[in-house]
C-alpha cells in the first residue's frame, strides 16, 4: 500500500514514486502557472501527479490530464487523485510524450506544464538506474519532444508553463519559439538574493506576438537561511 503524507497541513495527500521525488521545482512551477480562465491542463511527464495535484487545489474549475511513460508512475498518479477524491476532475493517461499525435487532438487543452528532464544525454549527470536516469536526463525524451508537443495540444492563446536550468535558458526560449510558442514571462529563482539563479520559470504563449516579461526574482532564503516570506506563502507555512 502506498504511504501518503500532507503536502501542507490540511492540505491534499500525495505519495511519491521511488524514482520521481516531489521537489521544489515542481511547487514553484504549479504556483507560477497562471490557471485563471483555463479549463482543461496537461502536465506532460506528470510522475506522480504532484503538479495536476496542486493545480487542481489551485482552482476548482480546471481539470487536469497527465501524461506519464512510467507505468508504475502513473498507476500512482491515479491514486493520489483518487485518495484527494479528484478523479472527476483528472484523468492519467499512460503514454509517450513524442506519440501526443496519437493519444490526443490538436488543441485539446489551453494549459501544458512540464517539468522535465534537465541534462542532455552525454552531459555526464545521469544515473546508471534507467528509471533515475529518465526522470533527470533526456533518454526518452528531449526539450524539442516536449516544446513541440505543447505546441500540438495547444490552440492559439494557450499557455505553456516550464521550469529549467538556467543554463538552458537561450535554448529553451530558442525551441519555444521555433515550434509556435512565444515566451511571454520568465521568472528566475535564486536560493539566496546574492546567489545565481539554479532554475527558471518560463511561460509562453501558443501563436503570441513577441515581447518578454521579466519578473522579479524568486528567493527562497533570507541572508541568515530563514525561509523567505514568499516560500512560506507557496509551502502554506
Known amino acids: ?49 504532484a503538479i495536476a495535484l ?3 487545489q489551485k482552482s476548482q474549475t480546471i481539470h487536469m490530464t497527465g501524461l506519464e511513460i512510467n507505468p508504475k508512475a502513473a498507476s500512482l498518479a491515479e491514486e493520489n487523485m483518487k485518495i484527494n477524491s479528484l478523479s472527476e476532475r483528472s484523468g492519467i493517461i499512460t503514454g509517450d510524450i513524442r506519440k501526443c499525435r496519437e493519444l490526443f487532438k490538436t488543441g485539446s487543452f489551453d494549459l501544458v506544464i512540464s517539468n522535465p528532464p534537465y541534462f542532455p544525454v552525454g552531459s555526464g549527470k545521469l544515473s546508471p538506474d534507467k528509471e533515475r536516469a529518465a526522470a533527470r536526463g533526456e533518454t526518452e525524451c528531449n526539450l524539442l519532444d516536449i516544446c513541440a508537443a505543447a505546441a500540438y495540444l495547444l490552440p492559439t492563446g494557450g499557455s505553456f508553463c516550464l ?55 524568486l528567493i527562497l532564503t533570507n541572508s541568515d537561511g530563514t525561509e523567505s516570506e514568499e516560500f512560506k506563502r507557496i509551502y502554506h507555512r
Open 163 to 217: 521550469v529549467h536550468k538556467p543554463e538552458r535558458l537561450s535554448e529553451a526560449c530558442c525551441t519555444m519559439s521555433g515550434v509556435g510558442i512565444e515566451p511571454k514571462r520568465l521568472r528566475m529563482v535564486s536560493y539566496k538574493a546574492e546567489s545565481a539563479p539554479n532554475l527558471i520559470l518560463i511561460e509562453g504563449r501558443r501563436g503570441g506576438k513577441p515581447g518578454l516579461k521579466i519578473e522579479p526574482p
Open 54 to 56: 496542486l493545480l487542481l
Open 1 to 49: 500500500m502506498s504511504e501518503f503524507f500532507e503536502l501542507w497541513p490540511g492540505g491534499p495527500l500525495f505519495a511519491q514514486a521511488e524514482h520521481f521525488k516531489l521537489g521544489t521545482d515542481c511547487v514553484l512551477l504549479a504556483d507560477f502557472a497562471n490557471t485563471a480562465g483555463r479549463k482543461r491542463g496537461i502536465d506532460l511527464g506528470c510522475a506522480s501527479g
